[in-house]
């Protein structure tokens, strides 16, 4: 069973620009939760989808935001980067149900120039 | 908000000696999930934890559940060097997790 998908797995951008990344769950999750990952920070909770709904929000911005489709892929938008938003940033999908463990992919790598 | 402290935050041993990492919090925990990401990867998760003074094995690995449910320990007996990386204890529902700081093991032979 294929796993969690994220896309780009490294990205480059300069200050003040947008970045949109994109998660595919695992097929039948239809939970996507979002984390960044800083090594002052460490793990941070972003936002979860659930059936294409917000459902869960952590202590983020609003510069962060995201959506997802009816398929479950769910992406996530930066707008006017800073410095500090050079993270790994990783999804997890899951069922969405009480004690079931999350899967995360890869992550992708934003570095802001 | 919940915060999920954990000790040491690196440890550096030798290949064949036991490793502990300790998470503590200061409220009482619903659950207790353990994750593994290894350099330049990813949180894989290892384990829950959802009763008071529970303890799981997994081949080398131990895990417990305080009796108050407000800390947790991971025990790994005779490290090998696939051990490498760093632990985190998590709390919440799979949807929404808090982690905890980490712990960074490196193995050595």
């Known amino acids: 069973k294929a796993g969690v998908t994220q896309t780009p797995r490294y990205l480059i951008k300069t200050r003040g620009q947008q970045v949109t990344l994109s998660c595919s769950p695992i097929s039948g999750h239809r939970s996507v939760s979002w984390y960044q990952q800083t090594p002052g920070q460490g793990l941070q909770f972003l936002f979860e989808y659930f059936s294409e709904t917000q459902r869960n929000k952590g202590n983020f911005p609003g510069r962060f935001s995201g959506r997802q489709f009816s398929n479950s892929r769910s992406e996530m938008n930066v707008s006017t980067l800073e410095l500090g938003d050079s993270a790994l940033y990783l999804c997890?999908?899951?069922?969405?149900?009480?004690?079931?463990?999350?899967?995360f992919g890869q992550g992708t790598r934003l570095t802001v120039v | 908000g919940q915060q999920v402290m954990q000790i040491p935050q690196y440890q550096h041993v030798q290949e064949g000696e036991d490793f502990t990492t300790y998470c503590n919090s200061s409220?009482?925990?619903?659950?207790i999930q353990w994750y593994k990401q290894r350099p330049g990867g990813h949180p894989v998760f290892l384990i829950q934890?959802?009763?008071?003074?529970e303890v799981k094995k997994q081949k080398r690995l131990t895990f417990q559940f305080g009796e108050a449910k407000k800390n947790s320990s991971l025990h790994i007996t005779a490290t090998q060097t696939t051990d490498v990386g760093t632990y985190f204890c998590?709390?919440?529902?799979?949807?929404?997790?808090?982690f905890g700081t980490g712990t960074r093991l490196q193995v050595t032979l």
């Open positions: 997890a999908s899951s069922l969405g149900n009480q004690n079931t463990e999350a899967f």
């Open positions: 934890l959802v009763k008071s003074g």
């Open positions: 409220t009482t925990l619903s659950n």
């Open positions: 998590a709390t919440g529902t799979a949807s929404k997790l808090t």
